[in-house]
């Protein structure tokens, strides 16, 4: 598949991998998938890995957010590890780094 996507669950965490360096948008119905399964699982902390990506376009963004919003309406912890500094710029200037829990990774 052309989606390199999967989810690691310990404990209560499920971790989202996104193994690909760009998110584009055209994932969601895998991404929205991982996020639907972690919680029918009954995990209490959703956090998506960034570690391998370089660029997310808005489209990306917005099921990140989306994310966010499915996971606070169920008093789940939603977070982002591993942005790059490219994408901490873009989630600053759309003051998401204010509502989104992001853990930056300083290095590029």
Excluded: W
Aim: include cysteine; proline fraction near 1%; aromatic fraction near 8%.
């Amino acid at each position: 598949s052309y989606m390199e996507m999967h989810a690691q669950h310990t404990q209560d965490i499920s971790t989202i991998i996104i193994d690909k360096d760009k998110l584009l948008g055209i994932e969601n119905e895998t991404f929205q998938t991982l996020i639907q399964e972690s919680i029918k699982k009954g995990c209490k902390e959703i956090s998506i890995d960034l570690l391998t990506v370089k660029f997310v376009s808005s489209l990306g963004i917005g099921y990140l957010v989306h994310a966010y919003t499915t996971c606070k309406n169920r008093n789940i912890l939603f977070s982002i590890k591993n942005a790059n500094s490219d994408i901490m710029k873009v989630f600053n200037h759309l003051k998401l780094n204010e509502i989104l829990n992001i853990n930056y990774l300083p290095i590029n």
